[in-house]
């Protein structure tokens, strides 16, 4: 669960990991921010990377820090991000608070990280987006044939319903887990044909964990996700809005890079060691 909670943020990658103390001096300094040998040793071990590879994400860090400093993000929607990462774990804003002292996480550093990830957001879709035109289909179509792997799904994904006519009782047993006065049956839902924004959320569902509860019109479903097998490449035609986003993704990541390389060539960047 911890490591769902800091995944889904999506908007954590180095903040959680740059609390290093400034023990070891300065290494560089990045438009008046300074990068310390201790945030570039708890960057290569926390991810994983060389020492160039670190160095190279702590600038880009800093750079996108300067470009965001002066966007103002009101505490009312750094609340209503942590409410909805809370609601996509299933779990309350105290026992995400808990989890994240376990974490040795402090609680006022985690609302920072938030705020940090909507001001950059916000940047991007201001000054990124805006410069992506809509694709063609023949473009989209071209992708696909491309790079059919990433639109490979499982064939089968094996499933507890539970259901009611209340939500209340849905919302109380994501609580508690007791399924009183709740129907629940076992099923083997094939993908193919699944109707895709269900098919979605359980691709989406790691196995073990429960979607949230979904109105059918007539009652209250909540998924939990046992198992995922088998393999099947999705048509076009059921995967264009994966394949829309998908090349939509790759394109951000583009012209992102771009700018950053653009706005580094102007950057006053300091060696220091």
Known sequence: MNKTILSL???MLLSLV?????????ALVVEGEAVTTAEIKAVQT????????????????????SVVKDIHIPQESID????????????????????????????VQYRKSIEEGLKKSKFFQQNILTSIPDPSQEELKRFYRNNKTLFTIPSHISLIEYSSA???????????RKATRIQSRKINKSTKNMEPSLLTTLLQTQNGNYTRPINTGTKYVVFKVLSKTGESTMPFEAAQEAV???????????VLKDYFEKLRTRADIQRIR
Not at 18 to 26: H, V, W
Not at 46 to 65: N, P, R, W, Y
């Open 244 to 254: 829309a986003a998908k090349w939509k993704q790759q394109q951000q990541q583009k």
């Open 166 to 176: 209340s939500k209340k009782r849905i919302d109380n047993f994501l609580k508690t």
């Open 46 to 65: 926390q991810m994983g990377v060389s020492k160039k590879e670190a160095i190279e994400l702590l600038i880009q860090d800093k750079l996108q820090k």
């Open 18 to 26: 740059l609390q290093a103390k400034m023990i070891d001096g300065i």
């Open 80 to 107: 209503a991000k942590i409410a909805e990462i809370a609601a996509q774990n299933n779990i309350t804003i105290p026992k995400m608070q808990k989890i994240l002292a376990q974490e040795g996480t402090p609680w």
């Open 9 to 11: 943020t999506g908007i």
